[in-house]
């Protein structure tokens, strides 16, 4: 199925710093997602977009759904060390979600 | 509030046994969703019902097969096991029409 582009692959950063990854895709999404998980754990949902060009912040996040609805980024914050773990971009068509790769985010106390 | 609910978190298996895996979605949620995650991967789609009719399949095996009960809960069942099927199988339900999905704690299957 279609895949995502999601970068970074993963990040080392120092508590306090602020964090920015992105996903791109071909192909146009109606609705954007940003999930984080936790090893073995399910994946949480974070932020949800829902129209081109929306700005939506959760605490310390703040994600964008592009206005070509082909790609969104999520930002942190003054990263804290419990925001390590993996986050995951989604993108949803026709009854369908399209996840991407993933960044692995390590925070340096 | 309510999360998706599955069971078990944990299942060892033998080669070529069968394993069942059980998920609860959200009450009033109609789509439901099975992905398989392997280690340091993205979820791989398997397969989705709506309104407990199969509306989509993914990259499910044959020996996999699935289906929604009319208490809307789900079953995965996996048979002729190999150690590759060694994996976090996630459930996932989302409301109509909202583009938004939520995960459930995962099983993890370990095939020996």
């Known amino acids: 199925g279609q895949q995502l582009n999601q970068s970074p692959q993963s990040m080392f950063i120092q508590e306090g710093e602020d964090v920015s990854m992105n996903c791109t895709s071909s192909s146009i999404f109606n609705t954007w997602l940003w999930y984080k998980q936790d090893p073995g754990e399910g994946p949480v949902l974070l932020i949800a977009?829902?129209?081109?060009?929306e700005l939506t912040s959760n605490g310390r996040l703040t994600a964008q759904f592009g206005i070509t609805r082909k790609d969104s980024f999520l930002n942190i914050s003054a990263s804290i060390p419990s925001d390590v773990g993996i986050y995951f971009c989604?993108?949803?068509?026709?009854?369908?979600?399209?996840f991407g790769t993933g960044t692995s985010l390590t925070v340096i106390p | 509030a309510a999360g998706v609910i599955q069971s078990p978190r944990h299942l060892i298996k033998e080669k070529r046994e069968t394993a069942t895996l059980k998920c609860y979605p959200i009450p009033r949620h109609d789509t439901v969703y099975w992905y398989q995650q392997g280690p340091g991967q993205d979820p791989q789609f398997l397969i989705s019902?709506?309104?407990?009719?199969?509306?989509d399949k993914g990259s499910i095996p044959d020996r996999f097969s699935a289906q929604q009960f009319s208490d809307y809960h789900s079953e995965l069942n996996m048979s002729s096991l190999e150690l590759g099927d060694s994996a976090l199988y996630f459930c996932?339900?989302?409301?109509?029409?909202?583009?938004?999905?939520?995960f459930g704690e995962g099983s993890r299957l370990t095939v020996l």
């Open positions: 977009l829902y129209k081109a060009g």
């Open positions: 019902f709506y309104e407990k009719m199969q509306s």
């Open positions: 996932a339900s989302s409301p109509e029409g909202t583009g938004e999905l939520f």
């Open positions: 989604a993108g949803y068509y026709g009854n369908q979600f399209y």
